[in-house]
């Protein structure tokens, strides 16, 4: 047996033991909302680093959100924009507004400095981070602030959606968006989220400034504050009706920018973290959530590896061919039975299990949709072929790009 086909089998039966786990987690999970009667007060803090270009939407979206007026405070946190953000800010300070609406000046600093001083002047019992390139739907806090009965609920995550989505990209990040969010009410269930993603998480302040506040150094604090989170035995849960719109990235260096500081954050924080690596006392989070991670940021590597070797090498293998003959290119006969044992040669067990995995990923879309309230039509096939087939290798391509700037040109992006 060759390497590469120990590689298939191995990435195979992991994939099908995934599979299998959540599906099985997904039948039987539970529903943790419950409707509040008394509504609690909330802060809203948004940290802001030259967003002129969407800082007014994100506070307008705020100041339709259906709460309470007297139970909200806004308070926007500029790092030390150079652009417009500021004076934008300072427009809506002049409006009469029934709003408690608060601006923070302060020297760059980065994003969880930006979030620690908000937390601060927080005067709310929660604090919902909202980044400044992020629209809020006006009933997602009402759906949101419901989970909180429990007081081991450390932190609420919300139903991130792209905001609508024009480029043939940003529409693959929709779905990659809608598909995540389904599968994290099936961690939610198990205890298992690991972020909090900063377009609109709802966090108990007591509990965020009992375990230290936002890590300041480190380049995914939203990702980091959720292992926290998880190694202090709180808990995270995931709202199912509270959306929130982000502007995703419309091209590819915008994606890459994102997703380089993403991958560096995630493997950063795993090593960081990594006595919670198959610890029984953190429960399915430390047996099964962060080996599954791990594993994550190897298979990107593998994807690479196995797509020089069945696509580029063959590939390049052809065009030497064609060199030698002059690129004459003369297409073969074959006889029926030549065609019958050409087909017999195929590796039918690699195409039903490629199948099989494939097929898996179409359910987990389709349930990701219904989860989502979004439609999922015949125009959305063709973005929908791509990414299986195309986004989530050029994902990879990202992420050994993002390998090769941390670990050897020790490169690392905050903002």
Known sequence: MYFSDIVFWAVYFFSLYVSVFLMLT???????????????????????????GSIGKTIESLMKLDYPKDRLQIIVVNDGSADNTRNIVEQFLRRQSPFRLMLLNQENSGKAAALNNGISH????????????????????????????DKKVAAVAPVMKVYEPK???QRLQALEYILYAFLKTIFSSMDSIHVTPGPFSIYRKSTIIEIGGFDESSIVEDQEIGYRIQKNQYRI?????????????????????????????????ILKYRDMFFNRKYGDFGMFQIPTLVMGLILPFVT?????????????????????????????????????TSLITYDFAKIFIIAAVFSVGIFWMVRGHKNANEKLSFYSAVPLLLYFIVYYILISFIWVGSMFELLVLRRIRRW
């Not at 539970?30 to 509504?39: A, E, S």
């Not at 199912?240 to 993403?262: D, H, M, S």
């Open 26 to 52: 997904f039948l039987e999970k539970p529903q943790d909302f419950r409707k509040l009667k008394i509504l609690p007060s909330v802060s809203v803090v948004v940290p802001a680093y030259n967003e002129e």
């Open 122 to 149: 927080a005067e709310g019992e929660f604090v919902a981070c909202l980044d400044a390139d992020s629209m809020v739907r006006p009933d997602t806090l009402k759906e949101m602030v419901g989970y909180f009965h």
């Open 167 to 169: 480029t043939i990209l």
């Open 237 to 269: 849960l995931q709202s199912t009706t509270g959306e929130v719109f982000t502007i995703a990235p419309k091209n590819l260096k915008e994606l890459y920018n994102q997703r380089c500081r993403w991958f560096k954050g995630s493997a950063i924080t």
């Open 304 to 340: 690479v590896v196995l797509f020089f070797k069945y696509v580029v090498s063959p590939i390049i293998d052809y065009i030497s061919n064609l060199y030698l003959i002059n690129f004459r290119i003369i297409l073969p006969k074959f006889t029926l039975l030549e065609l019958q």
